[in-house]
């Protein structure tokens, strides 16, 4: 299950993530994104995004303006599907990124392969690999993660092996527990990481509480990070509510609260403070488009307990096979 955080980029992620996959036939989009000034103008260029997918695999590329106005590459994923039965899947995923002048770096491989059982539970192992300075491929990371199927939910536990001086060590473990009742679910996830004497410590825990009901989707995750004493500590929440129109446009209102908020200073007080609210409206627009607007409201260093008004950041053009986002993904 994958949950998005409605932070700018983190928006454009999962609005422009989403396409259809159809019975083997190939769908693609391109989307691009435009800033807008203080003055409600649309001035710098984001990221370009156009991606294609198939039953055999996909294409994600990113461009972007240099600082010469070229339009160069920043990253580029190619996914090929080796292998696909009912026993499993394995996919090969290379990943190409480039410096600021467009120039490429040494790419990144990942294969991910999956074995799925009879009774439901499966293995997924990922593999990433990095070129050495002698240009040979050598693995960084290795994850596997196992997954139980139990009754109206699942149940998960991922080992996280990277790259150390003294070879490849266990450095995470994550646990995640999923209740489902329909639509509805209710996820609970705890990250450990290695305590530096052979032990393993929780340094972060994710809950995340998803609800339907008719039209409108609401969502409320909370992020617990380790305190001074060692203990996970509340240190930031989400909230959000999509409603989605007959026409298929669809509003999001996301409130986020953080312990750390602009002009205020955080003491020992557990509760949690309105950081920022952004609404994410999404529409169909001519041309086969979906058009998706973010505007946001943040709290201002004069008066850190008050919202200012709402400003628009930017503005989001997805063309070919597009819907609009949703405030989670699964």
């Given at each position: 299950?994958?949950?998005?955080?409605?932070?700018p980029?983190?928006?454009?992620?999962?609005?422009?993530?989403?396409?259809l996959?159809?019975?083997?036939a190939q769908q693609?989009?391109?989307?691009?994104?435009?800033?807008?000034?203080?003055n409600?103008?649309?001035?710098?260029?984001?990221?370009?995004?156009?991606?294609?997918?198939?039953?055999?695999?996909?294409?994600?590329?990113?461009?972007?303006?240099s600082?010469?106005?070229?339009?160069?590459?920043?990253?580029?994923?190619?996914?090929?599907?080796?292998?696909n039965d009912?026993?499993?899947k394995?996919?090969?995923r290379i990943?190409?990124?480039?410096?600021?002048?467009?120039?490429?770096?040494?790419?990144?491989?990942?294969?991910i392969e999956?074995?799925k059982?009879?009774?439901?539970?499966?293995?997924?192992?990922?593999?990433?690999?990095?070129?050495?300075?002698?240009?040979?491929?050598?693995?960084?990371?290795k994850?596997?993660?196992?997954?139980?199927?139990?009754?109206?939910g699942?149940s998960?536990?991922?080992v996280?092996?990277?790259?150390?001086?003294?070879?490849?060590?266990?450095?995470?473990?994550?646990?995640?527990?999923?209740?489902?009742?329909g639509d509805?679910?209710?996820?609970?996830?705890?990250?450990?990481?290695?305590?530096?004497n052979?032990?393993?410590?929780?340094a972060?825990?994710?809950?995340?509480?998803?609800?339907?009901?008719?039209?409108?989707?609401?969502?409320?995750?909370a992020?617990?990070?380790?305190?001074?004493?060692?203990?996970?500590?509340?240190?930031?929440?989400?909230?959000?509510?999509?409603?989605?129109?007959?026409?298929?446009?669809?509003?999001a209102v996301?409130?986020?609260?953080?312990?750390?908020?602009?002009?205020?200073?955080?003491?020992?007080?557990?509760?949690?403070?309105?950081?920022?609210?952004?609404?994410?409206?999404?529409?169909?627009?001519p041309?086969n488009?979906?058009?998706?607007?973010?505007?946001?409201?943040?709290?201002?260093?004069?008066?850190?307990?008050?919202?200012?008004?709402?400003?628009?950041?930017?503005?989001?053009?997805?063309k070919?096979?597009?819907?609009?986002?949703?405030?989670?993904?699964?």
């Amino acid at each position: 299950m994958k949950v998005c955080i409605f932070a700018p980029l983190a928006v454009l992620a999962c609005s422009l993530g989403v396409i259809l996959e159809q019975s083997g036939a190939q769908q693609s989009n391109v989307s691009s994104t435009t800033a807008v000034d203080v003055n409600g103008n649309l001035v710098t260029d984001g990221p370009a995004i156009s991606q294609s997918k198939s039953a055999t695999g996909s294409q994600t590329l990113v461009t972007t303006q240099s600082i010469n106005g070229r339009t160069v590459p920043l990253e580029q994923v190619d996914e090929r599907v080796l292998r696909n039965d009912s026993s499993g899947k394995v996919t090969e995923r290379i990943v190409r990124r480039y410096d600021p002048q467009g120039n490429p770096l040494p790419p990144v491989r990942e294969t991910i392969e999956e074995q799925k059982r009879p009774d439901g539970s499966s293995t997924v192992q990922s593999t990433t690999y990095r070129t050495d300075i002698n240009g040979s491929m050598q693995i960084v990371e290795k994850s596997v993660t196992d997954t139980q199927k139990n009754g109206s939910g699942e149940s998960s536990e991922t080992v996280v092996q990277r790259l150390t001086a003294n070879g490849l060590e266990t450095v995470e473990k994550q646990s995640q527990v999923v209740s489902k009742q329909g639509d509805n679910y209710q996820a609970d996830s705890t990250t450990y990481r290695s305590d530096g004497n052979g032990g393993f410590a929780p340094a972060v825990r994710q809950t995340t509480e998803h609800k339907v009901q008719g039209s409108e989707v609401s969502e409320n995750s909370a992020e617990y990070e380790k305190g001074p004493n060692g203990e996970l500590q509340l240190h930031g929440q989400t909230v959000s509510k999509t409603t989605t129109r007959p026409d298929g446009s669809k509003d999001a209102v996301v409130d986020i609260y953080s312990r750390d908020v602009p002009g205020t200073v955080t003491g020992n007080e557990s509760g949690l403070k309105l950081q920022e609210q952004q609404t994410i409206e999404s529409a169909p627009g001519p041309g086969n488009t979906v058009v998706q607007t973010l505007s946001v409201r943040r709290a201002t260093v004069a008066d850190p307990g008050t919202l200012g008004p709402a400003r628009q950041l930017s503005q989001t053009v997805c063309k070919g096979d597009c819907k609009p986002p949703k405030a989670s993904d699964k």
